[in-house]
């Protein structure tokens, strides 16, 4: 499957060429006035083709300064605190800000960057001295440095609340739910210094057994080990990885774009349009998250297929069985982290009930340091990206890190 797609794009890579070679030709004022060569027409098709390439880079995370709450303005550095084959701990200095809570984003290792999050970092640096999981793309990750496993998830969460120091507060979004409420119950079990003073849980998987969607039905459709047969693959020569084990992150695009296949033809339509038209901010919106959307990173064959498992086929964690490297997860041992579980009315990926399920159990907690918000009118997305996330979600999130300090 991997070297069938890598000629794809060996094949389509002349065109490619071609096209950043030829639009500055057909952006030139003196063609487009030209009443034989319809360049802006030509123009916006070819932007429309470059911008349906998938890419395999990190884009960059553009947050060159942030607004505080009271109106001050940082500029923002990025700097790596701790570094694994696996994955960077970032963090976004605010130059000349004051101390601020400091907060560790765990981003989801599901087929796309962590630049995904841009919007909750930005929003978050607000108030906030952020870091987050910058997971590097597993198909550049050389076989020496083993393997990366659910387990290793956890433990890279561990390992960098432990970089940061005590008294962090831990937000995940979507995926990593799961393990960040694992490690948050491990570290509070060792008595650990770094386990975080308050966890966010946002439209994360911690009970699939609760009002099923589209993506829990697929994957409890087919045995784990169609999965394996199916849709794993080895990284190509040319890579890092070479020979490294994935769920290539290509297919896991070419999975979400078909539950709304609509939707995307309907964008890029559009964006043909909008360039026609000059409407280049309606265009450059589009652009911008299509660079995002259609830039991939492939998962690790172990992380992908023991999520499928224990997370949701087998539901390890709600009914009590999930191990980490041979020890039983236990949330009721969390006692002193302060717990905000969040959920999106309309998430047709992560339904309402899934996440609350957190609350059951962490069973020892007071019911004052449990909170559950449902953000009405808003699917996955919007929990965390977007004017209501912004504005209804986030100060809800900024007030539970707040009053655990």
Same mark, same amino acid.
């Given at each position: 499957m991997y070297a069938t797609y890598q000629t794809h794009r060996d094949l389509m890579w002349p065109l490619h060429a071609a096209a950043s070679l030829g639009l500055p030709l057909l952006q030139d004022p003196a063609l487009a006035t030209q009443p034989w060569l319809p360049a802006k027409q030509l123009s916006a098709a070819w932007q429309v083709f470059q911008l349906a390439r998938i890419t395999h880079r990190r884009p960059p995370w553009r947050i060159a300064e942030v607004t505080?709450?009271?109106?001050?303005?940082?500029?923002?550095?990025?700097?790596?605190?701790?570094?694994?084959?696996?994955?960077?701990?970032?963090?976004?200095?605010?130059?000349?800000?004051?101390?601020?809570?400091?907060?560790?984003?765990?981003?989801?290792?599901?087929?796309?960057?962590?630049?995904?999050?841009?919007?909750?970092?930005?929003?978050?640096?607000? &108030?906030? &001295? +952020?870091?987050?999981? &910058?997971?590097?793309?597993?198909?550049?990750?050389?076989?020496?440095?083993?393997?990366?496993?659910? &387990?290793?998830?956890?433990?890279?969460?561990?390992?960098?609340?432990?970089?940061?120091?005590?008294?962090?507060?831990?937000?995940? +979004?979507?995926?990593?739910? +799961?393990?960040?409420?694992?490690?948050?119950?491990?570290?509070a079990e060792d008595g650990h210094p770094a386990t975080p003073a308050s966890l966010t849980l946002m439209a994360g998987p911690i009970d699939c057994r609760i009002s099923p969607t589209e993506v829990n039905r697929l994957a409890t459709s087919k045995p784990i080990e169609w999965f394996r047969q199916n849709l794993i693959s080895h990284v190509t020569w040319r890579h890092k990885g070479a020979g490294r084990r994935v769920y290539p992150g290509f297919v896991q695009l070419s999975a979400f774009m078909s539950m709304n296949k609509e939707r995307h033809a309907n964008a890029f339509k559009d964006f043909y349009k909008h360039l026609v038209a000059d409407q280049l901010d309606k265009a450059e919106t589009t652009r911008q998250f299509y660079e995002e959307y259609l830039a991939v990173a492939d998962l690790s064959a172990d992380f992908y297929l023991e999520t499928v498992e224990r997370v949701f086929q087998t539901f390890d964690l709600p009914r009590g069985e999930l191990m980490f490297k041979g020890r039983k997860v236990n949330p009721a041992a969390i006692r002193r982290t302060a717990l905000l579980t969040i959920e999106g009315e309309r998430d047709d990926i992560c339904s309402v009930g899934q996440t609350l399920a957190a609350q059951d159990l962490a069973s020892s907690l007071k019911l004052y340091m449990r909170t559950h918000y449902i953000q009405p009118n808003v699917g996955h997305y919007g929990v965390f990206s977007g004017r209501r996330w912004q504005h209804q979600v986030y100060p809800l999130v900024r007030h539970v890190i707040q009053v655990s300090q």
């Open positions: 505080g709450s009271g109106g001050e303005r940082w500029p923002v550095t990025e700097e790596v605190a701790a570094r694994t084959p696996f994955a960077n701990l970032l963090r976004f200095r605010r130059e000349g800000a004051p101390p601020a809570p400091r907060v560790l984003v765990v981003a989801p290792m599901s087929g796309h960057f962590a630049t995904l999050l841009r919007d909750t970092v930005r929003t978050l640096l607000q &108030d906030h &001295d +952020v870091y987050i999981t &910058d997971w590097h793309n597993v198909r550049d990750v050389p076989l020496a440095a083993g393997r990366f496993g659910l &387990d290793e998830y956890t433990q890279h969460l561990m390992d960098f609340l432990a970089a940061i120091g005590p008294e962090a507060h831990l937000v995940a +979004v979507c995926q990593p739910c +799961v393990s960040a409420l694992a490690a948050t119950a491990l570290m």
